[in-house]
């Protein structure tokens, strides 16, 4: 792989990660509830999914979708399924807090495993991610008389893409959390407040998946 290749494909997942879309705002929303641990949690269960992303795409699932458009199309209500699921626990846990003692901003809403698989579960159920995969990522492959396997340009194209947008991720959390925690301190109606906003989040997400199926 030529160096301007690599030096492009990083400036183009950069701006990428900085645009805010669906895996950053589920940060966001984590960050929100369970504070700075949660939202790196999440960071780093997104980047899982992309493990995930990066392999399937280079032992040729995009191949597959390809012939057959209707699998994206699983994924997609797969995905808006299960962000509703996300936002019925969110909303839940929200009601629960009614009438609890102030408990801090440290006390998290779910573990920082399940957290962690959520994350990884959503961003794999995220066909935005599929397609991006399908129709960015190519363009950075070589081909040709002593171009390296497609194979192998996939999953390193895959670990630059996880390399520069985790940190970009991680950053947003703490930021985030930092926020959360200040807010956090005014009493439980305020996080009972903040959980139900990211409810609303995950299920507007859901919405979004839900227009684009075919």
């Known amino acids: 792989m030529e160096t301007s290749v690599v030096v492009g494909f990083v400036v183009a997942v950069f701006l990428v990660s900085v645009v805010p879309g669906p895996d950053m705002l589920f940060v966001v929303a984590n960050a929100a509830v369970g504070g700075r641990r949660a939202g790196v949690v999440a960071a780093a269960g997104?980047?899982?999914g992309l493990v995930g992303h990066t392999v399937a795409a280079a032992l040729g699932l995009g191949a597959l979708i390809q012939a057959a458009p209707q699998v994206l199309n699983g994924v997609r209500i797969a995905g808006a399924a299960f962000l509703l699921y996300l936002a019925y626990l969110t909303w839940r846990a929200s009601r629960q807090h009614v009438g609890e003692l102030e408990d801090g901003p440290e006390?998290?809403?779910?573990?920082?495993?399940?957290?962690?698989?959520?994350a990884t579960l959503t961003n794999l159920a995220n066909p935005k991610v599929i397609l991006f995969y399908l129709a960015f990522v190519p363009q950075f492959i070589s081909?040709?008389?002593?171009?390296?396997?497609?194979?192998?340009?996939?999953?390193?194209?895959?670990?630059?893409?996880?390399?520069?947008?985790?940190?970009?991720?991680?950053s947003v959390a703490l930021l985030a959390g930092g926020l959360t925690s200040k807010f956090l301190s005014a009493g439980s109606t305020v996080r009972r407040r903040l959980e139900r906003v990211c409810a609303g989040i995950f299920a507007a997400l859901a919405a979004r998946l839900a227009t684009d199926i075919h």
Do not use: E, H, N
């Open 46 to 48: 997104m980047s899982s």
């Open 107 to 118: 006390v998290p809403q779910r573990t920082l495993r399940k957290t962690y698989v959520m």
């Open 143 to 170: 081909t040709g008389a002593g171009a390296w396997p497609a194979t192998v340009q996939f999953l390193i194209l895959g670990a630059i893409f996880i390399l520069v947008g985790f940190p970009v991720d991680v």
